[in-house]
């Protein structure tokens, strides 16, 4: 990433999503800023389905979602390359053992550092994981993997569903102490649901 690289902005405007049985959103708008911001609401608000919108995984009925410019429908690759969805559910690639699944996500990102993923994947406690089959893994591990990830590719838009579900008490503690960098916040936008206050430096609060 440029050092000189303009703050992270993005734009969710005009938005319509709808499922069979019923629409979440209809003409949405929000505006996300650098750092934190803890996107609250109640259940079936729609926070799990936002995240997965502003992270590709699902198309708006109608709207614009827009990272620095990069306009998610136009340029799909461009935007999926600069944003990163973690949600901690089980992969659904069963057939991978844990290093082909994390080497998939290092060469879909350019500019990933294997080194940095390491030690993330030290901190959580995954290293001894790495030769086995991604069906193995706990649902824990399966968050852990995820949140590694999140934290080691170089990515300006990071999404997190309930980050702390299910972590334990040295996982959350660490997973703080990376979200918390000065450094990290002055470059990403950080759009993350929870039930429970963060216990983060937000930048905004963000009610749906």
């Not at 926070?47 to 109608?62: E, M, Q, V």
């Not at 991978?96 to 940095?116: I, K, M, R, T």
């Not at 703080?176 to 950080?190: E, F, G, K, M, V």
Request: net charge negative; hydrophobic share 50%.
């Amino acid at each position: 990433m440029e050092l000189n690289a303009p703050s992270p902005v993005l734009h969710v405007e005009q938005l319509d999503f709808h499922f069979a049985t019923h629409s979440v959103f209809q003409g949405f708008q929000q505006r996300f800023g650098p750092g934190i911001s803890w996107l609250r609401g109640a259940n079936g608000a729609g926070k799990t389905t936002l995240l997965k919108l502003a992270g590709g995984a699902l198309l708006p009925a109608r709207g614009t979602i827009r990272l620095d410019g990069i306009d998610s429908g136009a340029m799909p690759l461009a935007y999926r390359a600069l944003a990163f969805y973690c949600g901690g559910d089980a992969p659904a690639l069963p057939w991978l053992q844990v290093h082909e699944f994390l080497d998939l996500h290092l060469a879909l990102y350019p500019g990933s550092d294997a080194a940095l993923l390491n030690a993330e994947l030290d901190a959580f406690a995954l290293t001894p994981t790495l030769q086995q089959s991604i069906t193995s893994l706990s649902l824990g591990q399966h968050k852990k993997l995820q949140l590694a990830l999140a934290l080691a590719l170089p990515v300006r838009l990071l999404l997190v569903d309930e980050p702390f579900n299910g972590l334990d008490a040295a996982a959350m503690a660490h997973l703080r102490t990376r979200l918390s960098d000065p450094a990290r916040l002055a470059r990403q936008c950080i759009v993350l649901t929870s039930h429970l206050e963060p216990q983060l430096p937000l930048a905004a609060t963000v009610e749906i």
